[in-house]
C-alpha cells in the first residue's frame, strides 16, 4: 500500500467518524427541541434544515412560514365574504325599500297576526336571500317573511315581482358577487319562502327581518334592513341598513328622528364581525362606500344621558322606561324611534341607551328583530341582555323564548341600568 492511500483511507474514516459525531449531535438537538414547547414548527424545520443542509427543506420550511402567515391574515379577517355580501344585500334591498317608502301606496296587507307587511318587505326578503343563496347555498334562512299570500294574490305578485327584477345597484361586481338576478317571478316566491328556517343551536343560520319597523315605514319614519349570521348559535356577523338616519355619526338624536324622515343626508349602514369591531358607512346605491369605525359613548353623568325607546306602546312599556329613567337620574326626554336603528343610534353614541320593556307575558321577541343589533352594540363597547341582565340567546328556535325584553347599554354602566330595571319591574 501507497502512503498517498494510507492517507486516503485515514481522511476517509475521519470523515465518517466526524459524519457520525455531527448525526448523533443532530439527534440529541432535535429530540430537545421536540420537547421544547417553546419551539414553534417552522422553527424546527429550519434547524432540521440547518442540520441536514437540505436545500428541500428550506423551501419547505420557507412555505410552512407564508402559509402560517396567510391562515394568520385569514383568521383575523374571518367572515370576510359574508360581511362584504351582506353588505351588499342590505344595500339593494334598502334601495328598493326607498322605492316604495317614497310611493303613496305601499301595497299594504295585513298578515294573520294583523300586522302590516307591504311589497317592500316582501321585495327586499327576495333580494337577500338570492345573494345569500347565491354564495352559501347550504347555509340556512329564518326570516320574517314568507310567500303564501302571495300565491293566492296575482296582481300583489306581480307588483312586486315589477319591483324585485328592476332594483339592481349601479355596479357590475357588486351585482355579480350577489348572484344577479332573480329568473321569474315564480322563482321569486320560492326564494321568500326558503327563509322558513326553525332555527337553533347548530350550523349556519342567517337572520333576516326585510323591513323591520313596518310601522315606522309606513309613518314616514325610522326603519332598517336587517341581517344576521349565527354559526352555532352564536352570532358572528351583523349588518343594518338604515336609510332614514343620518349619515353623519356625530349627529345628535334629535326628539323628532323618528318622524317625517327625508333622504337628506340620510342613510346609513352599520355592520359588525364578532371580534372584529363596530362600524358605520353611507348607505349608497353601488359598491361599499369607506366604512368608519363606531364606538359607544361613555355615560359619565347619568342626568346627561338619552335613552331611545319603541314609537309604538304596545312593543314596549313606556311608562316603566319612564320610571327607570327617573330612578337612574335622566332627565331627558326619551328619544321614540321605530326599529333596531335604535341599536345603531347608541352604539355610534348618538345615543346611550336603549329600553324595551315587555308589554305582556306571553309576546316573545323574534331572534330577526336583535339578533344584528345585539352584536353591532357588543362590538362598539356596549352590553346587550334582557330585563334580568342575562344574553340574547338566539339559539332556541325563530323567538328568543328565553329572554324577556331588552337592555342596551355602555358595559360600564350595563351593571347599574339592570339593578334599577330590577327595582322597578320588583315593584310593578
Ligand atoms: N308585543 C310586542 N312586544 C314587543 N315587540 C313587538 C310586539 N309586537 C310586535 N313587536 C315587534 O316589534 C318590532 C318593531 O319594534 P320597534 O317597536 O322597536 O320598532 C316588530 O318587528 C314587531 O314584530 P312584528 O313585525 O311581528 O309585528
Ligand atoms: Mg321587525
Redesign the pocket.
Known sequence: MTVDKIKQQKKASSHTFYSKILFVFSLIVLILAIFSSRISFPRLSLIASHLTGSANTITATSRSTITTTSTQKMASSQYAKELEVAQLAVQRAARLTKRVFHEKAKGTVSKD?K?PVTIGDFGAQALIISALKANFPSDEIVA?EEAAQLREDTPLRDQIWELVKSTKLDDEAAEQLLGGAIKDADAMLEIIDQGNSKGGAKGRIWTI?PI?????FLRGGQYAVCLGLMVDGDVKVGVLGCPNLPVDDAAPLAADIGTNATDEGRGVIFSAVQGQGATSRPLGTAGLAEGKSIAMKPITEMSNASFCE???A???DQGVAGQIAQKLGITKPSVRM??QA?YGSIARGAGDIYL?L???KS?Q??IW?HAAGDLIVREAGGQVTDVSGNRLDFSVGRTLAENKGVIAAPAAVHDQVIKVVQEVLGQQ
Open positions: 297576526d300586522s320574517e327581518d323591520d319597523g313596518t310601522k315606522g319603541s314609537v309604538e304596545g312593543h314596549s321605530d326599529s335604535k324595551r315587555p308589554t305582556s309576546y321577541e323574534k328583530d
